[in-house]
């Protein structure tokens, strides 16, 4: 099923002379399951299309659907966009961005309080998401008693905690070693599989390109044809 689709994104930083194309004329669909790779260099447009597809930054012009419903329209928000960010899309990022004082537990929970979601029925889904990110064991440590590793995971289990339909990825094994890093990876996929969440991930890391399902390469704001796909990648 059709996770998101947007048709013809295009975003220009400047005017005149100074104007950089970030985006121009770029479309993509991502389905629930699915785990699709931004490629290319610094510069090539990636994370200004994650942040138009998280509905962070508009682009100028086009149009996008989460779960079959526009949001956007020729660069223009329909319906309340907050909302939609805060509930239906999860965000993770190349660092965990855990609040220190904070537990593993009170991490994940201040997802669903920000939504005024509280109550017994928030710690049995924060402590089951823990559970189920192997982190059973250390949902009451701070970030600074836990490993890089163990900290991406609850930044994972932060952006699952309000079930949303897509996880946007930016550079998330960035500051793992190579081990850690495919972990990592290889958690976003079961949670695409097991959770039917469509996951879209910037990334760098060439090492762990056979876990994903599409690979869409970019260039000077454009998808360009990929130097590798995912079927080769394995």
Known sequence: METIRAVSLTKTYGQGELAVTALSDVSITVDSGEVAALLGPSGSGKSTLLTALGLISLPDSGSLWLEGRQVLRDGRPVGDLAKVRRERIGFVFQKSNLIPFLTARENVSLALEINDRKGREVQARVEALLRYLDLGERMDHTPDELSGGQQQRVAIARA?????????????TAALDSVRGRNVMELLRRVAREQRTAVVVVTHDHRTLDVFDTIHEMADGRFVEPS???ASAS
């Open 160 to 172: 699952l905690a309000t079930s949303p339909a897509m996880i946007l990825a930016d550079e998330p």
């Open 228 to 230: 590798v796909d995912a």
